[in-house]
C-alpha cells in the first residue's frame, strides 16, 4: 500500500518567523515585536526584526520549494502589513505578498494561506487583544480582504493557527507574546473571542469568496496507545479527547477548538460553565469547513489502567529531539485516525517536523541524520493511517527553512534548509534531498 495518488507534499512556514523588514512598507507593530523586543523574554533577546529576510528573499525560498520538488506551500499573510493597526488599511502590505503568490502560480506551486499565524496588532493588544471581542471582529474583516484580494489566485485558507497556543501560552502560561498569565473567566474569555473569530473568518472568506476552500490548523493533546491492544487504544482515544486532565496548561486539547468549530458546543468541563457562551455565539463558531490541518509533533503514551486511561511515564534516556520533544511517530497514525473518526472530515498534516542541532560539517554540507530517521518514522505512521481508511490529503513539512522559533528565538532549527543568519544564505540539509525523493516517489521509498 502506499499514500493515495493524488496525495499532496508540501512545505509551511510563517510570516513572523520568517519575513524579517519589520518596519518596511507601512507594516505595524505586533505583539512578537513588542514581545522580542522586552528584555528577557526571547532566547539572547533574539527579535524577528530581520528573520529570513524572506520579505527581500523569497525567490531564495522559491527555489528551496523547487528544490524539494514540492507542489504546495503552506504560509502566512501578516495582518500588520495590511492593517497596520489592526483598523487601517494599508494597500503596500500587499506588494509583498503578490510577489509571492504569483511567483508561486508561476511555478506550479498552490499557496495556502494562514490568515493568523499569532501575530495581533499591537494597537488592538493595547485594547485587551483577545480579551476584547472587537479583536475577533478585525480579524474577520481582514480575512475577508485577503480573501477579496487574491480571489482567483489563491483558494486554500487557514483560519487560525493553533489558538491551543496562541491563547495558552500566550495568555495562560505567558511564555509567549504577549506574555499574559491569566485563568478562570478571563482566560475563557479570550478562548471564546478566538473560536469566535475562527467561525467569523469562515464567513468572511466564503463571502468574499465562494470558490475558496477553508480549513484551520489545530494542535493540542495527542495521545497514543502504549500497545496495540483495544484496550490501549481506547484509553488513548478517551485520553486524547479528556480537556484539561492531561498536559501542562488547560487549553492544550484538540477539542478545546475542533468541538465548537465543528460540533458547535465546548467540551464538558466546568472551565466552560460561563453566561458569556450563548447560543448564537456558538452557532457563529461552528461553520462548515473543508478540512482539519493538524500540527503534529509529540503525543503521550497512554494505557488502559485499572481506573481509567493512564499516562506511561517516558522511560530514563528515551529518544527525544533537540528541543527535548519526545519521539513519538505512532501519533501519525493514531491521532490522525481519533481526529478523523470523531470529526469526519479530511485532513492534511499542516506542521511536522524538529529541531535538531544542525550546523555546517568540514565538509561544507549540513548533515542531519536525525531529521531523516525521525521524518522516515512519522511518514510511515502517517502511511498506515491512510491504509486505515484516514483520509488523508496531504503533508506539509515543517518548516521550509530554519526559522525564528518563537521564544527560543534562531537557538532552535526546524528547517529542511540551513540559514546562516550572518549571510542569509541558505543552503539545502541532507533532509532536503531526502524529503525531494519521498515527494518524487509518493513516499514509496519509506
Ligand atoms: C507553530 C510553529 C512553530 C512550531 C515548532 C507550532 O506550534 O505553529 O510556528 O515554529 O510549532 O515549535
Not at 471582529?137 to 485577503?146: D, E, H, P, Y
Not at 509567549?176 to 464567513?203: D, F, I, R
Not at 498506515?384 to 503533508?395: F, M, P, T
Not at 528547517?415 to 543552503?427: A, I, K, M, P
Amino acid at each position: 500500500m502506499s499514500f493515495p495518488t493524488d496525495f499532496l507534499w508540501g512545505a509551511a512556514s510563517a510570516a513572523y518567523q520568517i519575513e524579517g523588514a519589520a518596519s518596511e512598507d507601512g507594516r505595524g507593530p505586533s505583539v512578537w515585536d513588542t514581545f522580542s523586543h522586552t528584555p528577557e523574554k526571547t532566547f539572547d533577546g533574539h527579535t524577528g526584526d530581520i528573520a529570513c529576510d524572506s520579505y527581500h528573499r523569497f525567490e531564495e525560498d522559491l527555489e528551496a520549494l523547487k528544490l524539494l520538488g514540492v507542489k504546495h506551500y503552506r504560509f502566512g499573510i501578516s495582518w500588520t502589513r495590511i492593517f497596520p493597526d489592526g483598523r487601517t488599511f494599508n494597500e503596500r502590505g500587499f506588494a509583498y505578498y503578490d510577489k509571492v503568490v504569483d511567483l508561486l502560480l508561476q511555478n506550479g506551486i498552490t499557496p495556502w494561506v494562514t490568515l493568523f499565524h499569532w501575530d495581533t496588532p499591537q494597537a488592538l493588544e493595547d485594547e485587551g487583544g483577545w480579551q476584547n471581542r472587537e479583536t475577533a471582529r478585525l480579524l474577520a474583516q481582514f480575512a475577508g480582504v485577503v480573501a477579496e484580494h487574491f480571489h482567483g489566485r489563491v483558494y486554500h485558507y487557514f483560519t487560525l493557527n493553533e489558538p491551543q497556543c496562541f491563547i495558552g501560552l500566550g495568555y495562560e502560561a505567558g511564555w509567549h507574546a504577549p506574555g499574559k498569565t491569566l485563568s478562570g473567566a478571563p482566560l475563557l474569555t479570550c478562548w471564546h473571542n478566538a473560536m469566535l473569530a475562527h467561525g467569523m473568518m469562515v464567513q468572511a472568506v466564503r463571502k468574499a469568496d465562494p470558490s475558496a476552500q477553508i480549513g484551520l490548523a489545530s494542535c493540542g493533546l495527542g495521545c497514543v496507545p502504549e500497545r496495540e491492544s483495544e484496550a490501549d487504544i481506547e484509553a488513548a482515544r478517551t485520553a486524547m479527547f479528556s480537556f484539561g486532565a492531561y498536559g501542562n496548561f488547560t487549553l492544550f486539547s484538540q477539542n478545546a477548538f475542533l468541538d465548537p468549530a465543528l460540533f458547535g458546543r465546548y467540551p464538558d468541563h466546568p472551565f466552560f460553565d460561563s453566561p458569556e457562551i450563548t447560543k448564537e455565539d456558538l452557532a457563529i463558531i461552528q461553520q462548515p469547513i473543508d478540512f482539519i490541518g493538524l500540527n503534529f509533533y509529540n503525543a503521550y503514551v497512554v494505557r488502559a489502567g485499572k481506573n481509567g486511561p493512564e499516562q506511561v511515564p517516558f522511560y530514563r534516556g528515551s529518544p527525544t529531539t533537540a528541543l527535548r520533544w519526545a519521539i513519538t511517530p505512532t501519533m501519525m497514525h493514531y491521532c490522525t485516525k481519533f481526529i478523523y473518526e470523531r470529526y469526519q472530515l479530511p485532513v492534511y498534516i499542516t506542521e511536522n517536523g524538529l529541531s535538531c542541532n544542525d550546523k555546517v560539517y568540514l565538509d561544507g554540507k549540513v548533515h542531519d541524520p536525525d531529521r531523516i530517521d525521525f521524518l522516515q518514522r512519522y511518514l510511515r505512521e502517517l502511511k498506515r493511517a491512510g491504509e486505515d481508511g484516514v483520509d488523508i490529503r496531504g503533508y506539509f513539512h515543517w518548516s521550509l527553512i530554519d526559522n525564528f522559533e518563537w521564544a527560543d528565538g534562531y537557538k532552535e532549527r526546524f528547517g529542511l534548509f540551513f540559514v546562516d543568519y550572518q549571510t542569509l544564505e541558505r543552503q539545502p540539509k541532507d533532509s532536503a534531498f531526502w524529503y525531494r525523493s519521498v515527494v518524487e516517489t509518493n513516499g514509496e521509498n519509506l
